[in-house]
Each structure stands twice: as structure tokens, then as C-alpha cells.
């Protein structure tokens, strides 16, 4: 990736771990350049379902999303970096406001996703977004060279989310305001508790070690306070860090299963591998764990919660 002097790394002197890509101990691939990498080859295989899906996503995300965007009130003519965009669901909110004069750079790590996001952005007319296959722990743009960058559901899966916030920094303008969103603790979201307890109860799947460290996942970064002073630690002042409910709706049971095998890699390729007695069984069972979200008619309901976080760069 082509750096100049406007666009230095900075992980160097900032807490944050840097990699060199090989083990130090081992000699083999060094355990953060191994998640990266497969990061990369689940969100690029993943991709098609989420673009599927990608209505259902846009309802469940909606209240977070606009929180995201309000949060960093965006104004004509402003330049707007979304991390992690996927397709791109928070970005093109904002690429409508800060239009015709500014603009909106969506970035992922997986083009496939892009892909995705270029569709939807052709279907909403919108010509003041910008697409670029980026790791957001390396930003291939100068010091101070956008107005806010938004994050939804992204830092708490990198590697080193510390080095992706100064990186997230260092491209923000004086002023400038990141808005992000991650996923609150796994115990407060049971679209996502129910099907894990179902794979750990019948062992295919393994309990998370117990630890106070940093670990790469969808709930790494579900405790307010660590989150907050992870952006403290970053740089970022002005720390406001909130929590909003959102829910899962889905005509059937049915409806939620097909939707979270096709967004979910890993639970897809665990559940899919069983033999056609189990996956049945599975989802029987998957079922009844959700009972207290369904309606008589069969609908669902199932509740979330994020945590939402805004800061002055």
C-alpha cells in the first residue's frame, strides 16, 4: 500500500501492537496477521448473503445507523470515510446530506461487499460516493483529510482496534467527529445467544476462554467503559458512549434461520456440516429457545442492543 508523508502510519508510540506479519515466537504467521487475513476471506464469502439480506439488515441497523449519522452532523460539501462500510448501509445516509458539494468514501476490507454497496448506491442515484478496499488499521489517506468518519458494527472485529482508531484520528480533521457503533454484551442480544448456546450445548462449538484481554468478535468490545477508554486511549475527547435497543422482526421462525445461516459464515458452515437429522434438530430446538420472541401467529421479535459511541478528534 503506496504511503507518503501525509499519510504515516501511526501505530509506532501509541499502545498499539505493530507487525511486522510473522510470528515472533513461532516464526509462522503472526496470530493478528492470521486474523486479518481470515477476516478477509469470511467477509468476502460472506458477502453475497449479506447483500441478500441486506433489506432485513437496514431495518434491524436503522435506529443505530441514524443515531450514527445524526451524531456526527453532517453538512454540505463535508468529506465522510465509513469504515467497514459492508454495503454500505450508514454511509449513503450521509452521502444524501452532504451532497452535491461533499462526498462519502465507503472503505471495507472485502470487495465483494463493495460490490454490493455500489449496487445500492446506483439504486438510490447517488454520484458523490467513493468505494476503497481498505483494512481500517492502514487508512490510505493524508493527516486531516476527511470532516468524521462513521464505524458500525467494525472496530470490535480488527485485530487491533486500538491502531484502527488512531489511524481513524490521524485522518480526521481538527474537530473532526467519529461515530461508531459496536455490539453491547452477548447476554443483551439473544438473536445471537440462542443460536451460540445451541452450538456450545451440542459441542459444536468451543466456550470462549474466560479473560480480561482484547478479543477479535462481535462482542469484543461490549462493555461501556472498556469502549470508552479505548477512545480515550486513541486520543478522542468528548466521550459520549449510549446504548440503543433495536429488534430483529421476521415473519417465521423460518424467516430468522434461512437469514442468519445466510449472513453467518461460521454458523452457516457449523450447522450445514451436521448430518440432515441434526440440522433439522438444531433448528427444532433453536425453535423453542426463541419461544419468548414469537407471537401466536408465528412472527418474531427478538431484541438487541448496541452500544453507540461519538468523539471529537
Not at 437496514?58 to 441514524?66: D, L
Request: overall charge negative.
Amino acid at each position: 500500500m503506496k504511503t507518503d508523508a501525509g499519510s504515516h502510519r501511526s501505530g509506532a508510540g501509541t499502545g498499539a501492537p505493530v507487525s511486522n506479519g510473522a510470528d515472533p515466537v513461532g516464526g509462522g504467521e503472526h496470530p493478528a496477521e492470521e486474523h486479518r487475513r481470515r477476516s478477509a476471506e469470511h467477509w468476502e464469502e460472506a458477502a453475497s448473503g449479506w447483500v441478500r439480506r441486506q433489506e432485513a439488515i437496514r431495518e434491524f441497523g436503522a435506529p443505530v445507523s441514524h443515531w450514527m449519522v445524526e451524531a456526527i452532523e453532517p453538512q454540505h460539501g463535508q468529506r465522510v470515510l465509513e469504515l467497514a462500510a459492508g454495503v454500505g448501509e450508514t454511509g449513503l445516509l450521509a452521502a444524501e446530506l452532504v451532497a452535491p458539494t461533499g462526498g462519502v468514501i465507503l472503505s471495507d476490507h472485502a470487495e465483494a461487499m463493495l460490490e454490493g454497496a455500489r449496487a445500492r448506491a446506483a439504486q438510490l442515484d447517488l454520484t458523490n460516493v467513493e468505494f476503497q478496499v481498505w483494512n481500517a488499521e492502514w487508512i490510505d489517506l493524508p493527516v486531516a483529510s476527511v470532516d468524521a468518519v462513521l464505524c458500525r458494527w467494525g472496530y470490535m472485529l480488527m485485530a487491533d482496534p486500538l491502531a484502527a482508531l488512531v489511524e481513524t484520528r490521524r485522518v480526521l480533521r481538527p474537530g473532526g467527529r467519529v461515530a461508531l457503533a459496536v455490539w453491547d454484551a452477548l447476554a443483551a442480544n439473544p438473536w445471537a445467544l440462542a443460536p451460540r448456546m445451541e452450538l456450545l450445548e451440542r459441542g459444536l462449538a468451543q466456550p470462549q476462554a474466560q479473560s480480561t484481554d482484547y478479543t477479535p468478535g462481535p462482542f469484543g468490545l461490549g462493555d461501556p467503559g472498556r469502549l470508552r477508554a479505548l477512545l480515550g486511549e486513541a486520543g478522542f475527547t468528548e466521550i459520549v458512549v449510549e446504548a440503543i435497543d433495536v429488534v430483529q422482526r421476521h415473519p417465521s421462525f423460518e424467516s430468522f434461520w434461512e437469514t442468519m445461516l445466510d449472513i453467518s459464515r461460521e454458523l452457516h458452515d457449523l450447522v450445514l456440516a451436521q448430518p440432515e437429522a441434526e440440522i433439522e434438530a438444531i433448528g427444532a430446538s433453536l425453535a423453542g429457545r426463541l419461544a419468548p420472541f414469537t407471537a401466536p401467529d408465528g412472527t418474531l421479535e427478538i431484541p438487541g442492543r448496541s452500544l453507540v459511541a461519538v468523539a471529537f478528534g
